[in-house]
Each structure stands twice: as C-alpha cells, then as structure tokens.
C-alpha cells in the first residue's frame, strides 16, 4: 500500500488570503497526521503566495510523519531551505516564478549534470532525493542515471484522461514504472489524482510507494470533513 502524503499548500493560501493565522497551518498539518496520513508537502515558491519559508521551519519542529518538500532547486533559496530544515525528502520539481501550478517533469537528459549535481548535495546532507518526471521511458533511465532516490510521477496526464479511457490512459505510467522498477528506483506519483481515478492508478502501477495530494483532497475536505477525507484517499491506496 502506497503511503499519502498530504499537500496543504491550499490551506496556507486559505490562510494567507485574510492575514492572520485562521487556518492555522501547523494545526492541519498535525490533524492530518492524527487522522491517518503518512506524510505532510508543501511546495513553497519564491514569492510565498501560499506556503511561507518560515513555515517550512515551524512544520518541520513538530511534525512527526514524513516532511516532504518540493520546489525548484534552482532557485539557492530553496536549496538553503531545504538543507536548513533536513526533510525525510526532497522533490526536484522544474516549476518557472509565478507558475500557478506545476506542468511539466524535468528533462533528465538535457539537465543531466546538473541533476547529479543537486541530487548529490541533498543526499550528502542525509535527504532522499525524488525527481518529477513525466511518464517518458527516457526520461525515467536518464532521471537514474543521476543518482536519485526515486521519481515522481506527473499524472495530471492520466487524470485528464481517466474517464474517457482509463486504460489507455494509464499504460504510459506502467511502462515507465516497470523501468524505474529494473533500475531500482522508487516511485512516487502526483497531481490532480482523487477519489475517482486514485484507486486504479495506485492498483496499476507496480511499485508505487508514495502519493501526493492536495488539491483534490482539500477540496474534498470542504463537503466531507477532513479526517473523513483522508480516511476515504487512504481506503483508494488498499489493494
């Protein structure tokens, strides 16, 4: 059963659009953990519309699941960010400033050294280390080649597509797993997965240890209650 981990970048722009500190985001990070999710994201950019640097400090005293923090790291504030605080992992997301949201995995290939490069600092201070990735065979072989922990599946792609053919729709992120899987990479998997299309992904694809979701879920959140919500994502990961 693949692991949920929870992005409440949505509840930090909630918070952040009245001032103050209703939600309060350290609050939804610990409930969450209480009603069952496996690990906490955020996904701070540069001009912290949503998720606030300090926050990345103060989640990381008191969580006690998994902290994942995602971003680009070509940006040397995030990589400060990164290391000051040691999350359990680090997403290597290639996002441009002011993108609403991210779009895209990296080229492994063209960004190869560089690559290596990032994935080398963050693992010698101890970080696992996952690349996001779309479901191309290539770039899953060249995202190994750098030395990464694991790869993270964009599947806004699959989603989009789900209902009018899953199965078509999900044959490119089972070749690319089965790759990542001969190469001894880990395989995580995010963007615009829910409560529909969530369960046959996660029974799909061979090896997937870990899901990100926050859009969905949140949204979800609103009409069903939170601790409901977690409990209905986590029932979708059950084999």
């Not at 930090?12 to 209480?34: F, H, I, M, Q, Y």
């Not at 870990?210 to 969905?216: K, T, Y």
Request: charged share 25%; aromatic share 8%; proline share 3%.
């Amino acid at each position: 059963m693949a692991n949920l981990s929870v992005n409440i970048n949505k509840i930090a722009t909630l918070r952040n659009s009245r001032g103050g500190n209703n939600p309060d985001l350290v609050k939804v990070a610990l409930d969450c953990e209480r009603f069952g999710a496996e690990g906490i994201t955020v996904h701070p950019r540069p001009d912290e519309r949503h998720i606030r640097y300090q926050d990345v400090f103060d989640l990381k005293a008191v969580i006690a699941t998994e902290f994942n923090i995602e971003g680009n790291c070509k940006e040397q504030k995030f990589v400060d960010l990164v290391l000051a605080n040691k999350p359990a992992q680090v997403t290597l997301v290639p996002d441009t400033e002011g993108q609403i949201t991210s779009n895209h995995g990296w080229n492994t290939i063209k960004h190869q050294d560089y690559l290596k490069e990032m994935v080398q600092l963050f693992q010698t201070a101890g970080i696992r280390v996952s690349i996001f990735v779309d479901p191309v065979e290539e770039m899953v072989k060249a995202a190994a080649e750098s030395g990464t922990d694991r790869i993270e599946l964009y599947t806004e792609d699959y989603a989009r597509h789900y209902q009018e053919n899953r199965e078509q729709s999900i044959k490119p992120y089972i070749a690319a797993a089965k790759i990542a899987n001969e190469l001894g990479l880990g395989i995580n998997a995010g963007h615009d997965l829910d409560l529909q299309n969530l369960k046959y992904f996660a029974a799909n694809i061979p090896g997937l240890l870990e899901v990100s979701i926050g859009h969905a879920l949140i949204s979800d959140a609103l009409y069903l209650g939170l601790e409901n919500t977690i409990q209905m994502y986590l029932r979708q990961l059950q084999n």
